[in-house]
T-cell receptor, first 114, second 110 residues
Framework: GDSVTQMEGPVTLSEEAFLTINCTYT??????LFWYVQYPGEGLQLLLK?????DKGSNKGFEATYRKETTSFHLEKGSVQVSDSAVYFC?????????????FGQGTILTVHP | NAGVTQTPKFQVLKTGQSMTLQCAQD?????MSWYRQDPGMGLRLIHY???????DQGEVPNGYNVSRSTTEDFPLRLLSAAPSQTSVYFC?????????FGEGSWLTVV
């Protein structure tokens, strides 16, 4: 079945540091890939997505590229801010009868210090 | 446009009690689903629906029931709450290949 593996957390960075959160997946066919962000006490918000190989999703300075050859969708940001402190979830959605169902990674807690 | 609305936001139940988590969306989405979020486990799919009158089980359906009598509403029922059902519950609906989440319902079973 489908699965998503994220790097172990928590991740602690200083403001303006470079961020990478690794995400690899296993899926049949050609899934769509997502990053969701959850701020403390809130629900999940879609951060970015990519629907086919080599697509780059980007939003709010975050980027991730759909790499089919390495089955990866790593999240990056060049300069993090304190306001980026949150939990980040990588997820995939396969087509066919499972279309629309998301499979999530376990989440990575990011804390950014001033 | 309210998006996906969940109620209640917080609830404490005693073991064996029943309750319903409400979910409504005003975007006319056919696909809706319920997830639970537990520490270190990400989100896991409980039940989903591809349209009114159609529901199916997800990854962790035991102890939960759902129904879909209208496009807008997708309630989740706990028939006899257990401490293992202490979790944060998220309802979601889909448009295209993007899924929109409600703000979550924090449930504690004591």
């Amino acid at each position: 079945g489908d699965s998503v593996t994220q790097m172990e957390g928590p991740v602690t960075l200083s403001e303006e540091a470079f961020l990478t959160i690794n995400c690899t997946y296993t899926a049949t066919g050609y899934p769509s890939l997502f990053w969701y962000v959850q701020y403390p006490g809130e629900g999940l918000q879609l951060l970015l997505k990519a629907t086919k190989a080599d697509d780059k999703g980007s939003n709010k300075g975050f980027e991730a590229t759909y790499r089919k050859e390495t089955t990866s969708f790593h999240l990056e940001k060049g300069s993090v801010q304190v306001s980026d402190s949150a939990v980040y979830f990588c997820a995939l959605s396969s087509g066919g009868t499972s279309y629309g169902k998301l499979t999530f990674g376990q989440g990575t807690i990011l804390t950014v210090h001033p | 446009n309210a998006g996906v609305t969940q109620t209640p936001k917080f609830q404490v139940l005693k073991t064996g009690q029943s309750m319903t988590l409400q979910c409504a969306q005003d975007m006319n989405h056919e696909y809706m689903s319920w997830y639970r979020q537990d520490p270190g486990m990400g989100l896991r799919l409980i039940h989903y629906s591809v349209g009114a009158g159609i529901t199916d089980q997800g990854e962790v359906p035991n102890g939960y029931n759902v129904s879909r009598s209208t496009t807008e509403d997708f309630p989740l029922r706990l028939l006899s709450a257990a401490p293992s059902q202490t979790s944060v519950y998220f309802c979601a609906s889909r448009a295209g290949n993007t899924i929109y989440f409600g703000e979550g319902s924090w449930l504690t079973v004591v």
